[in-house]
T-cell receptor, first 110, second 114 residues
Framework: KNEVEQSPQNLTAQEGEFITINCSYS?????LHWLQQHPGGGIVSLFM???GKKKHGRLIATINIQEKHSSLHITASHPRDSAVYIC????????????FGTGTRLTIIP | DAGITQSPRHKVTETGTPVTLRCHQT?????MYWYRQDPGHGLRLIHY???????DKGEVSDGYSVSRSKTEDFLLTLESATSSQTSVYFC?????????????FGPGTRLTVL
């Protein structure tokens, strides 16, 4: 079973700061997902990546397959970015299901 | 937004009673999933479906059963609810399998078992 660890567990920052959230996993994977859970509970998918980097607006996700590590960056953070960010990993080999991290709670202060 | 709804959104029930949660989608996606979310745990897969009448167990399937008689509906049944099944339950859908395709999540059902 893949172990997924996210850091930090909680992060508070001022508006405008550059944010980095990390995700490490223990077993080689085929793909990694980043999700956002809003304060109201709704969950949306942000990225799915298997190598390199992806960018969407102010969000950037990177993955290093060799180091079993991914980062989610937020540039020019805004209070509306306050949410829980969840990393999930999956592999085509064996159990083809996602394993989820426990999430990073981000709070952006105006 | 993906057309996915869950009902009920909130439910309080007593230990030992059966409970059925419904997930309904209008996207005609092949894959449907039931997760539970508890403090200190990541989302954990209960059961999933890869087509009508095709279902499989997830990592926390004990005490739960599912059925999918139509593409659009995926039912989760707690055969005899216990307090340990108090949780928030999320349904999700995807067009392809869970590894390579993004999942769209329903709004969640908060279940309390007294």
């Amino acid at each position: 079973k893949n172990e997924v660890e996210q850091s930090p567990q909680n992060l508070t920052a001022q508006e405008g700061e550059f944010i980095t959230i990390n995700c490490s996993y223990s077993v080689g994977i085929s793909a990694l997902h980043w999700l956002q859970q809003h304060p109201g509970g709704g969950i949306v998918s942000l990225f799915m990546l298997s190598s390199g980097k992806k960018k969407h607006g102010r969000l950037i996700a990177t993955i290093n397959i060799q180091e079993k590590h991914s980062s989610l960056h937020i540039t020019a953070s805004h209070p509306r970015d306050s949410a829980v960010y969840i990393c999930a990993v999956g592999s085509n080999f064996g159990n083809e299901k996602l394993t989820f991290g426990t999430g990073t709670r981000l709070t952006i202060i105006p | 937004d993906a057309g996915i709804t869950q009902s009920p959104r909130h439910k309080v029930t007593e230990t030992g009673t059966p409970v059925t949660l419904r997930c309904h989608q209008t996207e005609n996606h092949r894959y449907m999933y039931w997760y539970r979310q508890d403090p200190g745990h990541g989302l954990r897969l209960i059961h999933y479906s890869y087509g009508v009448k095709d279902t499989d167990k997830g990592e926390v399937s004990d005490g739960y059963s599912v059925s999918r008689s139509k593409t659009e509906d995926f039912l989760l049944t707690l055969e005899s609810a216990t307090s340990s099944q108090t949780s928030v339950y999320f349904c999700a859908i995807s067009g392809e399998g869970p590894i390579w395709d993004e999942q769209f999540f329903g709004p969640g059902t908060r279940l309390t078992v007294l």
